[in-house]
Structure formats: C-alpha cells, structure tokens
C-alpha cells in the first residue's frame, strides 16, 4: 500500500500559502495596483480629456490675466509651472484621498483589507501609478503653457529639476495615503471635502502667485500642504531669482524631505488607526451613511 | 399657470431640502463659500503679488468683479449638471423624479433657483473679500442701477438655460456627465473672458465669444458697476447696443437651451439611459 506524501502529512495546513518575503509581497502588490491604476486610467477617454485640458484651461486664464494686467513675464511662466502642478494636487485629491472611499461604494474595499499583502504597498501602487498618469497628462499642459502662451525658463539644471519633482511628488503622495485613510471616516462628505480643499490649497500653496506674497502665513501653509515648498523649489530651480521664493532652495529641499519621511509615518499610522475604527463601528461595507 | 408656479415651488422646496440636508451645517457653509472664496483670494494673491509692478494694475477690479459673478455660472450651470448626477448616480430616483407629474423641465427649473440663492450667497461673499481684502470698490451713486439691473437679471436666465443644456447632455451621457460638469464651467471661464479682456484670445476665438451671452454679460456688469469695461473691442459699443445684444444673444441661447433639451432627454429615453448608473 502506497504512503500519504508529505503534503497530506497529519499536522500540514492544506490552506498554507507559500512564504514570500514581505518585501517582494510589498513589490509585486504595489505593482499590481500601478498596473490597474495605468490602465484603468487610459480606459475612459473623457477622463483623459478632462484631466489634461481643463486643468490647463484655468492655468490659461490666470496667465492671461498676468498679461493683461501688464506684469512681468516671470509671472506667466510662474503661473505655467503652477497650473500644471495643479493637476497633481487634483490627483492626490481625488485619486489617493478619495481613492479607499470610492472602493467602499464599489463594495471592493472589504476585498483590500482580507488581501495578505501589506495596505501601504496598494497605497504606493496607487501613488506611483497617479504621478506617472498625471505626468503623461501634464503635457498638454505643458504645450499650453510654453507652447500656445509662450512661457519662457531660463537654462536650467534638469538634474536639480527631476530631484526636486520626486522628492515634492514623494511628499504630496504620502499626504494623499493619510487622506485617503482619513476619509474612510467620512461618507458622502468626502466628496464635497475633495472639492473644498481645491481652490483653498491652490491659494495657501501659492501656486497662481509666489508664496512670499502670503508672508508667514504662506510659511506656516506651506508646512500643512507640501504643494506649497514643492511648487516654490521647482519655481526656483527653474527661474532662480525671478521666482521670488519663499526660503532659500537648499532648505525647501530639507523640508520637503523631511515633510516626505512625516507623512509616510503618518500615512501608516492613520490606516492602520482608522482601519480598526471603521472596523470596530462597521463602516468598512457602509454605503451613503 | 398657478399649477407651474406650485410645482416650481415643490422642486424648489425639495432642492432645498436636498442641498441642506447631505452635510452638517458647517461643512455645508465651508462648501458654498470656501471654493468662491478661495478663488478670490487666488486672484487677490496674484494683484498683492504684481500691483506694483504692473502696467495695468487698475484694470484688476473689472476682472475681480466679473469672476464674483461667474459664482452664478458655477453654481447654477455645474449644479443644474449635478442634479442629473446625484438624482441619478447616488440616489439612483430619476427614474421617479422622470415619471413623476412634476416634470423633469419644472424639477430642474426649481432645483436651479435653489442654485441661484447659493450662487447669491457666493457672489455676496465674494465681493465683500475684494471690498475689504483688495480693495475692490465702486462708487454707489455712480453705479447704473437701471441697467445693471437688467443685465444681472438677463444674465441669471443665461445661466439657467446653460444650465438646462448640460443637465441634457448629462442625461444622455452618463459616463462624461461629471466631467462635463466641471469642464464646462471652466472653459467659460477661460472663453468668456471672466478675468482678462476677451481681446487676449486669439482671432477667430474671440467671435466665436461674443455669441456666447456670458462674455457680453461680464462685460456688461463691469461697465455698469465700475463705469467701465475691460475690452478695447467693445469699448465702442453703446450701452443700449450692448443690453439690446445681451438680451438677443440671451433670447436666443435660452431658445437653444430649451430646444437642445427636449431634444437631448427624448434621445436618453430612446436609449435607455435615464437611469443608466456608471458606479462613478
């Protein structure tokens, strides 16, 4: 009579999953969420449309208005740089922090939390997969603004440019993890909160104007939103004095590194807070409360 | 005619409702004044910033005040276009509201005017940051009241009808519906010349504007409010030329509105979209 093999041995769990190191788990599911991220983006040509154009219609008038108005070039090209940093902050808005609310109306949410792999590595999936949408979407922007309104930058260091975009994109991203999480707690509002925090933060991050213009209160906004110190560094790195920028840019730099590290911390901290808080009221399955 | 001004009342009545009910009371006043507020102080930011360097700072009160009433234009339009969404997407009743003896023309005409007390609220709030912050101000005795009245008032119809349009292409697109919401508002903003003289945009474009009534309207207002408009091309334009054409071009659109409307909603039912979710 033939032997049970090892894998019918009394004791071996049948439902065992295989041991994959944390760290590749981490990997692949946030590569998964990227790939659905990519995808699911380029599915709805509308979207594209509204996504690239309108943020780069408002741009347009505000540059407009530099012009007719009779101020310095500076100023268009800094309301250039600007308006297509608005479309990243339109992102994190309603691509990060709205994100988990979106999947609780779906009734897909229940789905990521008994997932086996880590919330913050589909967070990340998500982050990594809007900068490089929005990025791709930023050139019509880009064609609008140097292209049909004629914004000009002086030579600049691209390397400088692309360390500043990440670390401001790291920044604004580990922000948009700890709003995505905090409006688990909220239910229909969290749209309506998405929408006001637009506009407010377009003007607390100065990103139509240089931020000095709001003095200390431009400081203190800046270190609430990291749009703000992102938008004055690149601004800075692009146009130099012309920029008219809040602090020097070696110490923007430090901040923003610094705001990055904080709001990763905080972005883990508050899912896993308000995980167990949705969970514990029932919210994680509630639709329209 | 009492019958139609009863259902108005009952939409009305239930917008209201509506609109009041789906947040608390603090959220509900930081929504309606936090974006027109911040909009203003987006433009105030960049005044402060340039005023003085800038040939033309004097210029920023006709654009300052002309994007205060665009307030109207945001609520009414985008909110006519929301309607759709809501009643069809959240609430998933526009079935109901459809089949119900009120009527989807008087149902949305009473939810716009809701819109319109919000887009007064906004347009109040955000002219009392431009007199006090900016410096947005304008002599009382010197306002035209007679027809500045008129074109506030032939303006808000404008707004209804556009309104009335986009609610239309809501229902028969569903997919698009909430980015049309927010596109359209923003390309008037920009087409229309809200905050720069229509004079900026490019040949070609800028007849293209003068048939939209809004660009005639923003105008208007800033002429018979401050005393003078923004555009060289329409400087020679008489103010009984220009409330005679607001009014024509108003006429018209809210003709086409309505028109468009019917035309639209006939098409949706045909297809089966009315109540067709997107589970956006």
């Given at each position: 009579m033939k032997a049970p093999s090892d894998s019918h041995?009394?004791?071996?769990?049948?439902f065992a999953r295989p041991h994959v190191h944390p760290a590749v788990a981490f990997y692949r599911a946030a590569r998964a969420r990227l790939y659905v991220r990519m995808v699911g983006s380029f599915r709805e040509p509308t979207w594209i449309i509204g996504d690239s154009l309108f943020p780069a219609f408002g741009m347009a008038a505000f540059v407009l208005l530099y012009r007719a108005l009779g101020a310095p070039a500076a100023y268009e090209t800094l309301a250039v740089l600007g308006g297509i940093l608005s479309a990243y902050w339109l992102n994190v808005l309603w691509g990060m922090g709205t994100q988990l609310y979106w999947e609780k109306q779906q009734g897909q949410l229940q789905l990521y939390f008994v997932a086996p792999v880590s919330r913050m590595a589909i967070l990340t999936g998500m982050a990594v997969g809007g900068v490089l949408t929005t990025t791709i979407r930023t050139v019509v922007g880009l064609i609008v603004g140097f292209g049909i309104l004629g914004a000009r930058v002086p030579a600049f260091d691209p390397w400088m440019l692309a360390f500043v975009f990440v670390l401001s994109m790291v920044a604004l991203y580990a922000l948009g993890m700890t709003l995505s999480s905090l409006f688990?707690?909220?239910?229909?509002e969290a749209w309506h909160l998405a929408n006001a925090l637009a506009e407010p933060v377009y003007f607390m991050s100065g990103l139509y104007f240089p931020l000095r213009t709001l003095g200390g209160f431009g400081l203190v906004a800046a270190c609430v939103v990291p749009l703000g110190f992102g938008v004055d560094a690149l601004r800075q790195v692009l146009l130099g004095e012309a920029a008219r920028g809040l602090l020097p840019l070696d110490t923007e730099i430090v901040i923003l590194a610094v705001l990055s590290v904080g709001f990763l911390i905080l972005a883990r901290f508050s899912l896993a807070q308000l995980e167990r808080i949705s969970k514990n009221e029932g919210r994680l399955t509630q639709r329209w409360q | 005619m009492s019958a139609r001004v009863g259902k108005l009342r009952s939409a009305a009545w239930l917008g209201w409702q509506i609109e009041s009910n789906w947040a608390d009371p603090f959220l509900f006043v930081v929504y309606t004044v936090a974006r027109p507020v911040a909009t203003a102080l987006i433009l105030a930011g960049m005044y402060w910033a340039v005023s003085g360097q800038a040939a033309r700072a004097q210029m920023f009160a006709g654009f300052f005040v002309a994007n205060a009433f665009h307030n109207y234009v945001t609520q009414v339009m985008i909110g006519m276009g929301w309607v759709i969404v809501e009643e069809r997407e959240d609430y998933e009743t526009l079935k109901y509201v459809y089949t119900s003896p009120i009527g989807m023309i008087n149902y949305l005409a009473g939810r716009g005017l809701v819109k319109l007390s919000l887009g007064t609220v906004s347009l109040l709030v955000t002219l009392l940051v431009g007199w006090f912050?900016?410096?947005?101000?304008?002599e009382w005795g010197a306002v035209a009241w007679i027809p500045f009245t008129l074109t506030f008032a032939i303006g808000l119809v404008a707004c209804l009808s556009a309104g009335f349009l986009v609610a239309g292409v809501g229902l028969l697109l569903p997919r698009i519906a909430v980015t049309l919401n927010e596109g359209v508002a923003i390309a008037l903003y920009l087409a229309c010349g809200?905050?720069?003289?229509?004079?900026?945009?490019p040949r070609g474009i800028q007849e293209l504007t003068l048939v939209i009534p809004f660009t005639l309207w923003y105008e208007a207002l800033r002429r018979f409010l401050l005393g003078h408009g923004s555009s060289a091309r329409l400087a020679d334009v008489s103010d009984l030329a220009m409330l005679g054409w607001l009014a024509l071009s108003t006429a018209v659109f809210s003709v086409v509105a309505l028109v468009g409307y019917r035309a639209l909603e006939t098409r949706a039912r045909k297809l089966g979209r009315l109540d067709q979710t997107t589970m956006f």
């Open positions: 041995a009394a004791g071996a769990d049948p688990l707690l909220f239910g229909r | 912050c900016v410096g947005v101000r304008w809200v905050i720069f003289p229509i004079d900026l945009l």
